[in-house]
T-cell receptor
Framework: GQQLNQSPQSMFIQEGEDVSMNCTSSSIFNTWLWYKQDPGEGPVLLIALYKAGELTSNGRLTAQFGITRKDSFLNISASIPSDVGIYFCAGQLNGGSQGNLIFGKGTKLSVKP | ETGVTQTPRHLVMGMTNKKSLKCEQHLGHNAMYWYKQSAKKPLELMFVYNFKEQTENNSVPSRFSPECPNSSHLFLHLHTLQPEDSALYLC???????????FGSGTRLTVV
């Protein structure tokens, strides 16, 4: 089946640092979504991207829909402690059964000891 | 209440028990989903309901039985589960054909 390769799997951040993560796929998607999941909670939608090349910001978060429609990245600028959590990318094709989201395995953000 | 509500938040059950997970969405969405989240695995889609009709069953074992009585409610009936079924079970809803799922907080299931 379709798979998304999300990297890195985990990373440690120091407050104030910028963070970058990305997702790639062998399939073309019409929509890319980025979610964050806090411990014990469900994923929460951060950013949705609907057009190739689209660059969208949500506060300190910026995400881009790759031109090839096979990749997306998420940047977090000036990280703060509450940014820790697991970030998931998700891709979606058209409606029907193909409209279901395909999720990456997640990038776990932790604070540097 | 707003959003997607799941109950219970935590459930411990024996392998011979029967239990049900409940999901309710207050968003007026027309599609609802069950996902399974295990450690170090991607979110696994289990079932999809569009307008109360099941449109996808991702080869889920029959010990998991979904029910969607209306577009706002979704249940997952569990019976004779195995320890490897222990996971976080997430419900989500969306407005098809638009995109972006809203997730509930999940039910942490432990099978003993």
């Amino acid at each position: 089946g379709q798979q998304l390769n999300q990297s890195p799997q985990s990373m440690f951040i120091q407050e104030g640092e910028d963070v970058s993560m990305n997702c790639t796929s062998s399939s073309i998607f019409n929509t890319w979504l980025w979610y964050k999941q806090d411990p014990g909670e469900g994923p929460v939608l951060l950013i949705a991207l609907y057009k190739a090349g689209e660059l969208t910001s949500n506060g300190r978060l910026t995400a881009q829909f790759g031109i090839t429609r096979k990749d997306s990245f998420l940047n977090i600028s000036a990280s703060i402690p509450s940014d820790v959590g697991i970030y998931f990318c998700a891709g979606q094709l058209n409606g029907g059964s193909q409209g279901n989201l395909i999720f990456g395995k997640g990038t776990k953000l932790s604070v540097k000891p | 209440e707003t959003g997607v509500t799941q109950t219970p938040r935590h459930l411990v059950m024996g392998m011979t028990n029967k239990k049900s997970l409940k999901c309710e969405q207050h968003l007026g969405h027309n599609a609802m989903y069950w996902y399974k989240q295990s450690a170090k695995k991607p979110l696994e889609l289990m079932f999809v309901y569009n307008f109360k009709e099941q449109t996808e069953n991702n080869s889920v074992p029959s010990r998991f039985s979904p029910e969607c009585p209306n577009s706002s409610h979704l249940f997952l009936h569990l019976h004779t589960l195995q320890p490897e079924d222990s996971a976080l079970y997430l419900c989500a809803s969306s407005q098809q054909p638009n995109y972006g799922y809203t997730f509930g907080s999940g039910t942490r299931l432990t099978v003993v």
